[in-house]
C-alpha cells in the first residue's frame, strides 16, 4: 500500500489567496484526520471524518477552513482566505476501525507571506 | 478534557545506550490508548509503540518498550541500545476507547539526539 497521500509536499502562497490541501486515505480505511502542526500550538487536530461524514469540527479555527470529503479516497482541506498566522504543517492520518492507530500522511507544509 | 504532558523539551545519549522518555497525562477515562509517535527530521510521523489501557502488561517492540503506571498516569518510553536512526521528535498521545471519539491528544514532544 503506498500509504496516505498528500499533495502538494510544500505550498507557498501570498496572502489573501485560497489554498486547498488534498488527501488520500489508505484503501479500506474509513476514518480521516486533519492536524496541524506548529512550534507554538503543537499537533492539533482540526476536524476528522468517519465513512465520509464530519464528526468532530471542533478544533477548525475559523470560517476561513473548511474541509470535505466527497467519497472514502479523497479529503480536501481550504482555507480562504489564507493569512500568515495558516503557516503550518498539515497532516492527514487515516484509520482502519474505530480506535485504531492512526496513520499519517507526509505533511504539507503551507507558508502564507 | 484530555491532556498530555512531556516534561523533557530535549535530550540526549550516547550511540548504544539506553534512554527513558516521560510522559504523564490526566483524564477521567478508564478505557482508553496510548502511543507514542517518532518524527523524524522528514517530519513523517512514524507510530513506534502502543498500548492498551485495560492491558496490565507493558508493549515491547524490539528495542523499544514502555512502562505503564494506569495509577500514576504515567507513560514512558525506553529506547534500549539506542541507534543514530533513532534521532527525532518523540510525541506521546493519547485517545479514548468509548465513545465513538478517536481523537489523539498529543504532548508537545521531546527531541532525542543520538551521539555517535
Known amino acids: 500500500d503506498a500509504g496516505v497521500i498528500q499533495s502538494p509536499r510544500h505550498e507557498v502562497t501570498e496572502m489573501g489567496q485560497e489554498v486547498t490541501l488534498r488527501c488520500k486515505p489508505i484503501?479500506?480505511?474509513?476514518?480521516l484526520f486533519w492536524y496541524r502542526q506548529t512550534m507554538m500550538r503543537g499537533l492539533e487536530l482540526l476536524i476528522y471524518?468517519?465513512?465520509?461524514?464530519?464528526?468532530?469540527d471542533s478544533g477548525m479555527p475559523e470560517d476561513r477552513f473548511s474541509a470535505k470529503m466527497p467519497n472514502a479516497s479523497f479529503s480536501t482541506l481550504k482555507i480562504q482566505p489564507s493569512e500568515p498566522r495558516d503557516s503550518a504543517v498539515y497532516f492527514c492520518?487515516?484509520?482502519?476501525?474505530?480506535?485504531?492507530?492512526?496513520?499519517f500522511g507526509p505533511g504539507t507544509r503551507l507558508t502564507v507571506l | 478534557a484530555q491532556t498530555v504532558t512531556q516534561s523533557q523539551p530535549e535530550m540526549s545519549v550516547q550511540e548504544a545506550e539506553t534512554v527513558t522518555l516521560s510522559c504523564t497525562y490526566d483524564?477521567?477515562?478508564?478505557?482508553?490508548?496510548l502511543f507514542w509517535y517518532k518524527q523524524p527530521p522528514s517530519r513523517q510521523m512514524i507510530l513506534v509503540i502502543r498500548?492498551?489501557?485495560?492491558?496490565?502488561q507493558n508493549a515491547t517492540e524490539n528495542r523499544f518498550s514502555v512502562n505503564f503506571q494506569k495509577a500514576a498516569k504515567s507513560f514512558s518510553l525506553k529506547i534500549s541500545d539506542s541507534q543514530l536512526g533513532d534521532t527525532a521528535m518523540y510525541f506521546c498521545?493519547?485517545?479514548?476507547?468509548?465513545?465513538?471519539?478517536?481523537?489523539?491528544?498529543f504532548g508537545t514532544g521531546t527531541r532525542l539526539t543520538i551521539i555517535p
Open positions: 484503501s479500506g480505511h474509513n476514518s
Open positions: 483524564t477521567s477515562e478508564n478505557n482508553y490508548y
Open positions: 492520518a487515516s484509520s482502519s476501525l474505530i480506535f485504531s492507530e492512526q496513520f
Open positions: 498521545a493519547f485517545m479514548k476507547r468509548m465513545g465513538g471519539n478517536e481523537k489523539l491528544t
Open positions: 498500548q492498551e489501557a485495560y492491558k496490565q
Open positions: 471524518f468517519n465513512n465520509n461524514v464530519p464528526i468532530d
